[in-house]
């Protein structure tokens, strides 16, 4: 199985979620990085069944993605058309949702409308129980549980899995996991105790945050260390691999004009020593407690100025 490192990729899925959706309301962090990652993107056209099907090489495409997938025959489709620059590239596509009646299954289709045909898709499964996780993704779950011993306590309310493939070629499959202490979706702020975070298939942790739960067991003086100790219960041997490259605070003054200084108030910035790794960037409130940890691309990072 070969993982392809496609910021659009992932973007592309995490913005047509309802679980980013929530995030982005509430976390300005990843709001800002949706935004950068996404480009340039012209008004989003959409477009009726009839506009789809007349698409030059549309029907065919489709008819080989219904063979792969005969259920989705069945789904209800929506589409919309969405000229894009994507690492200086134009590229002219379709964008198209496929979804079972009962909202338990969807696909996220991707048809290149000069080379007449899907060039990418994402199949994503909700309600995906805590039963259900492989293995792997369920240990790594585990040791974050240890981390924060009030996580064990709070209630799943939403979760899906996601399986790309690009060019034919199969990825990683992402678990995405979210908790809170209702166990139910809230609007808008609340007091709620509660973390979101998303493994990969192996279990490797690509992304967590933590409202009101600080990381009690880590060890170290600073929050530096603390992070270096964060990245070695996650990684494990893998931790050596990354080195600290910057560390980035935000001023007090600045501070008293953000409405969200006690979530974000700087970040550390992890440096792999491999090319072929992505650096992971974990962020610190007020009080130099952790409470997001995310892998990010080095463009963005250089965009961003935290490199």
């Known amino acids: 199985m070969k993982k392809v490192a496609t910021a659009f990729l992932t973007i592309s899925l995490l913005a047509t979620t309802p679980v980013f959706a929530a995030e982005q309301e509430s976390n300005p962090i990843q709001q800002e990085e949706g935004m950068a990652e996404q480009e340039e993107?012209?008004?989003?056209?959409?477009?009726?069944?009839?506009?789809?099907?007349?698409?030059?090489?549309?029907?065919?495409?489709?008819e080989s993605f219904y063979n792969k997938f005969p259920r989705t025959?069945?789904?209800?489709?929506?589409?919309?058309?969405?000229p894009t620059s994507?690492?200086?590239?134009?590229l002219n596509e379709i964008t198209l949702f496929l979804e079972s009646d009962k909202k338990e299954e969807s696909f996220y289709l991707y048809f290149d409308i000069e080379k007449e045909r899907i060039t990418a898709y994402i199949q994503t499964v909700n309600n995906i129980s805590e039963s259900e996780l492989p293995g792997k993704v369920q240990a790594s779950l585990d040791k974050v549980y240890s981390l924060s011993p009030e996580t064990k306590n709070l209630k799943l309310y939403s979760s899906f899995m996601s399986f790309p493939t690009i060019e034919g070629e199969e990825q990683l499959k992402t678990y995405m996991l979210s908790f809170n202490e209702s166990g139910k979706r809230e609007e808008g702020k609340t007091t709620d105790k509660e973390f979101d975070i998303t493994f990969d298939e192996t279990g490797k942790v690509l992304y967590f945050t933590f409202n009101r739960l600080p990381?009690?067991?880590?060890?170290?003086?600073?929050?530096?260390?603390?992070?270096?100790?964060?990245?070695?219960?996650?990684?494990?041997?893998e931790a050596n691999e990354y080195k600290i490259?910057?560390?980035?605070?935000?001023?007090?003054?600045?501070?008293?004009?953000?409405?969200?200084?006690?979530?974000?108030?700087?970040?550390?910035?992890?440096?792999?020593l491999s090319s072929e790794k992505e650096p992971i960037v974990i962020y610190f409130n007020s009080k130099d407690e952790?409470?997001?940890?995310?892998?990010?691309?080095?463009?963005?990072?250089?965009?961003?100025?935290?490199l």
């Open 41 to 62: 993107y012209s008004p989003v056209k959409k477009l009726t069944v009839d506009e789809i099907m007349a698409q030059k090489g549309m029907k065919s495409a489709l």
């Open 215 to 237: 990381l009690v067991n880590l060890q170290g003086n600073t929050k530096e260390e603390k992070a270096q100790d964060l990245l070695k219960r996650l990684y494990e041997e």
């Open 290 to 306: 952790l409470t997001m940890s995310q892998e990010n691309t080095r463009d963005f990072l250089e965009d961003a100025g935290l």
């Open 245 to 272: 490259k910057k560390v980035n605070e935000i001023s007090k003054d600045d501070l008293s004009d953000n409405s969200t200084n006690n979530d974000f108030s700087g970040s550390i910035v992890f440096m792999p």
């Open 73 to 82: 025959k069945a789904y209800k489709i929506m589409g919309s058309k969405v």
């Open 86 to 90: 994507r690492n200086g590239e134009e």
